[in-house]
């Protein structure tokens, strides 16, 4: 995350390091630490060669790679700049807070270095489909679960349309921590509450209207096997491209649900489903 002195990010310098449980340490150059697997891997606005070396020997790592590399690649050559919906403003925190518009409600965000930014093409369709559902489907959502929130964005924007009731997990702990830090940004700490959960060993309590799942095809396929996921009543998917769609349509439950939207931005997909009422539930 950007601490003072520094107010955007510009060059990166990662470290990998084959051990995740490293000394405690603290330095003004540092972005995060982000935990994958058994692995750790660092982000710093400086070269820290001494650094690594002396934590490397403090705990015993190697490490595995390192590079530095410029920002923008880092996101995968996505541009992090201003963009607009039909009802939200959405701008990275280095930008200056543009002239008041009654149209939008404006999100600042942080994107720090998680993937998924929040200014990829599945995080606008995404934000597009909840406008639609919020303002243009008659339904009435005081709850809403985001199933890996990344940077928070989702979780954030449900909140700026008006849900009362919001939870954003996700199984890293840096996205974690980055997230929290934007939804204090925005003032959404009553209405948002980010927590730490890896899906791939327990589903969370799902009583919620709305349920976001921006994710990989493996993890859905997952969620989708357990019976248990289709408690909601709305399910938002995403984060998969053309290819995929025939394994996902084959693991949804048959009868279970249907298809309220299937919409797509560049080469990515977007399903809205709608759970379908038993007959006891209709009565």
Sequence with gaps: MLQPPYIRYDQLYVYYLDKRKLPTFSDPDLIGTWIEDETAILFFHRPKERLIDRLCNDCGATIVYQADLNYQDWEAGVEITSFATRYLAVRPIWEEEPAPDPARRTIVLDPSVIFGSGFHATTRLCLETLETVFFESGERIRSVLDLGTGTGLLAIAAARLGVERV?????????????????????????????????????????????????????????????????????????????????????????????????????????????????????
């Design 167 to 283: 939870t954003a997990l996700d199984n890293n702990p840096l996205a974690v921590d980055v997230a929290r830090r934007n939804v204090e940004l925005n003032g959404c700490a009553a209405q948002v509450d980010v927590r730490c959960h890896d899906l791939q060993n327990s589903l969370p309590e799902m009583n919620y209207d709305l349920v976001i799942t921006n994710l990989y095809k493996g993890l859905l396929l997952q969620l989708f096997e357990n019976p248990g996921f289709w408690q909601p009543r709305l399910f938002m998917v995403s984060g998969f491209i053309p290819g995929m769609e025939p394994d996902l349509l084959a693991a949804l439950p048959a009868g279970g649900v249907r298809m309220l939207l299937r919409a797509n931005r560049e080469q990515w997909r977007l399903w809205l489903l709608e759970k379908r009422r038993t007959e006891h539930e209709q009565s």
